[in-house]
């Protein structure tokens, strides 16, 4: 079945700019998660969906980013005012479990911001 | 202290030989332990899960001490496949996952 999908893949931006990152979860899954992974860093948590609710959002760098999943289903990471320093991947998961039972999670591709 | 910390590598082993990755933790309230892989430029996936005891899963043995608050990750019979990027994720509240900065380990022919 389709997996964790992502777009637009690479994403070039000025400082300054907006962007907006999409994510589409593996359909079904309840849970979704944003993650950012600077270059030689591991996956730094982001914010946490549990359907629509955003239950944790406690991983956002500044008040520039904000994040949205309004029917439960596609996410969209949205940064305003672009940095230099927001260059990493963007990575999304996404977890059928909702329950503190389980955290497998299935990651997509990503997409790589480069600021310039 | 980090919330998870690893040895970033690399590891450079020949293929065939047996390795071991170890990761520590500082969330006492942790309960549930992962795994995962992430290849070059590539998306992390998930390797194993880590409960109790620990399990195996053919060449891969993962091991949870959480008395000393570490888990380990064992590779059998190395095969240039297994190079990649090995992630320690203890999973503390909700299903917040916090990831390790990897381990690097690199198959040699």
């Known amino acids: 079945g389709a997996g964790v999908s992502q777009s637009p893949r690479y994403k070039v931006a000025k400082r300054g700019q907006d962007v907006a990152l999409r994510c589409d979860p593996i359909?079904?899954?309840?849970?979704l998660f944003w993650y950012q992974q600077a270059l030689g860093q591991g996956p730094e948590f982001l914010t946490y969906?549990?359907?629509?609710?955003?239950?944790?959002k406690s991983g956002l760098p500044s008040d520039r980013f904000f994040a949205e999943r309004p029917e439960g289903s596609v996410s969209t990471l949205k940064i305003q005012r672009t940095q230099q320093e927001d260059s990493a991947v963007y990575l999304c998961?996404?977890?059928?479990?909702?329950?503190?039972?389980?955290?497998?999670?299935?990651f997509g591709p990503g997409t790589r911001l480069t600021v310039t | 202290r980090k919330e998870v910390e690893q040895d970033p590598g690399p590891f450079n082993v020949p293929e065939g030989a047996t390795v071991a990755f170890n990761c520590t933790y500082s969330?006492?309230?942790?309960?549930?332990f992962f795994w995962y892989r992430q290849d070059c430029r590539k998306e992390p996936k998930l390797l194993m899960s880590?409960?109790?005891s620990g399990n195996e899963d053919g060449r891969f043995t993962a091991q949870l001490n959480r008395a000393s608050q570490y888990i380990s990750l064992l590779i059998r019979d190395s095969k240039l496949s297994d190079s990649a990027t090995y992630l320690c994720?203890?999973?503390?509240?909700?299903?917040?996952?916090?990831f390790g900065i990897g381990t690097k380990l690199q198959v040699i022919p």
């Open positions: 880590v409960y109790s």
């Open positions: 998961a996404s977890s059928l479990r909702r329950d503190r039972g389980s955290g497998e999670q299935y």
């Open positions: 969906f549990q359907n629509e609710a955003q239950l944790d």
């Open positions: 994720a203890p999973k503390g509240g909700y299903q917040k996952v916090t």
């Open positions: 969330n006492s309230a942790s309960q549930s």
């Open positions: 359909s079904g899954h309840v849970s």
